[in-house]
T-cell receptor, first 116, second 108 residues
């Protein structure tokens, strides 16, 4: 069990560019979550998947943000036309099915995005 | 919309003292989680509380859940410096809603 991994760990981009982040969950976990966290705040929910199905997403994901989990394993989060306000830490987490004895979310190290 | 409120947001305490962090939430849920975050790091799971009256303890930390009051507490006993971190509670209703965190500083 290698834990949740995210790539890249840091991304610096210019305003208006598109960026894509990848998350590899713990292999036996069927749920995968994306969050955004800014300094001094708790993680803000973006979306979550159960296997390949995107079950819920925040209003934020209806605009420039999109996420996919095509084969129910890794997931990608894309931000189009980045803005300076998108600068934040993007966290991915995975969890086993609800009711599992280890029912909690395991977080990856995050991708820190800086938009210049 | 579900709201999760923690208090206090900042807590400075001396080693050896006891204190309680409170987490109130606005809608029915039977699943509440506590996480710890160290500066510049990601989140680490501390406790999973899955039913009314649930109590979990690990070392100097004890968490409880009262679903009728929509309240969870994280009690710190005889604080030590290593407990300095930010603590988040989160309510899961499909999606996850986190509180804003309680930043704990334990001073000698």
């Amino acid at each position: 069990d290698t834990g949740v991994s995210q790539d890249p760990r840091h991304k610096i981009t210019k305003r208006g560019q598109n960026v894509t982040f990848r998350c590899d969950p713990i292999s036996e976990h069927n749920r995968l979550y994306w969050y955004r966290q800014t300094l001094g705040q708790g993680p803000e929910f973006l979306t979550y998947f159960q296997n390949e199905a995107q079950l819920e997403k925040s209003r934020l994901l209806s605009d420039r943000f999109s996420a996919e989990r095509p084969k129910g394993s890794f997931s990608t989060l894309e931000i189009q036309r980045t803005e300076q306000g998108d600068s934040a830490m993007y966290l991915c987490a995975s969890s086993p099915r609800p009711g599992h004895r280890t029912d909690t979310q395991y977080f990856g190290p995050g991708t820190r995005l800086t938009v210049l | 919309e579900l709201k999760v409120e923690q208090n206090p947001l900042f807590l400075s305490m001396q080693e050896g003292k006891n204190y309680t962090i409170y987490c109130n939430y606005s809608t029915t849920s039977d699943r509440l989680y506590w996480y710890r975050q160290d500066p510049g790091k990601s989140l680490e799971s501390l406790f999973v509380l899955l039913s009314n009256g649930a109590v979990k303890q690990e070392g100097r930390l004890m968490a409880s859940l009262d679903t009728k009051a929509r309240l969870s507490t994280l009690h710190i006993t005889a604080a030590v410096h290593d407990l300095s971190a930010t603590y988040f509670c989160a309510v899961v209703t499909g999606k996850s809603t986190f509180g804003d965190g309680t930043t704990l500083t334990v001073k000698p």
